[in-house]
């Protein structure tokens, strides 16, 4: 009975090997999949649960302030709450030596969010996936420079974002954008676009 069970366990994992080795081989030998072969994860880590969790903090702590600032005092002074809230919530949700919680994206508006080279890669890849399926929010974990992980989670274009990220900027606005933002990149974008990305990074240990 024992040895039936062990030879079951040697085959299954020997199973498990191969698949992998296949999967390994089969996704770096096809050079048209619409994402590259390292952003391809489809399991569910508990790297990616945790992950899931911190940026869907930040998304309901950054639209509710958003959504107040904006009801309450309008689009310019709510540039106001987003220049000194949105760096603030993202702090408090990171953990010294752990993780860091922010957003990025192609055109950025604060250049503390500047993505990396395999940053942006994703990001292109989201776009391309979120114009081919808008009904699929994008997410990939990818293994960085240094060895770390992050997962990235695509921030898709809603009617509210269009008062100041669309391309018809109220003038007051678009003064209170650049004051505070001389480069700012992060215009003329339209309702299910690709805005960005929440970012995730899990320092290594
Ligand atoms: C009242 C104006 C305003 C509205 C409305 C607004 N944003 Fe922003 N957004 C900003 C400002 C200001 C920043 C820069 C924040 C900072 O300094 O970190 C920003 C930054 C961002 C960033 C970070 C990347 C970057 O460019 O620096 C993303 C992503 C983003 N906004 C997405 C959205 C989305 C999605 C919506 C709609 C749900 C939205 N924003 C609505 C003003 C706004």
Known sequence: MFLIKAKEHQTMLFTTT???IAGILLSTTLPFVTLPAWAQDDS??????????????????????????MQAQGPVHAIEVCHLEAPQIASRLSREQE??????????RNPNNQPTVAQAE?????????ADDASVV?????????????YMRAIVMQPQCLACHGSSIAAPVQQAIQAKYPED??????????????LIEWLSK
Not at 122 to 130: F, Q, R, S
Not at 138 to 150: K, M, W
Not at 185 to 198: K, P
């Open 18 to 20: 191969r698949t992998l």
């Open 44 to 69: 569910d880590t508990a790297l990616k649960t945790q992950s899931r969790a911190l940026a869907q903090d930040l998304q309901q702590q950054l639209s509710g302030k958003l959504k107040a600032a």
């Open 99 to 108: 993780v860091t919680v922010g957003r990025t994206a192609l055109r950025v």
């Open 122 to 130: 994703v990001m292109k890849a989201m776009a391309a996936a979120l």
């Open 138 to 150: 994008p997410e990939h974990v990818i293994t960085q420079a240094d060895g770390s992980q992050a």
């Open 185 to 198: 990149q992060a215009t003329g974008f339209e309702v299910g676009d690709l805005r960005g990305a929440f």
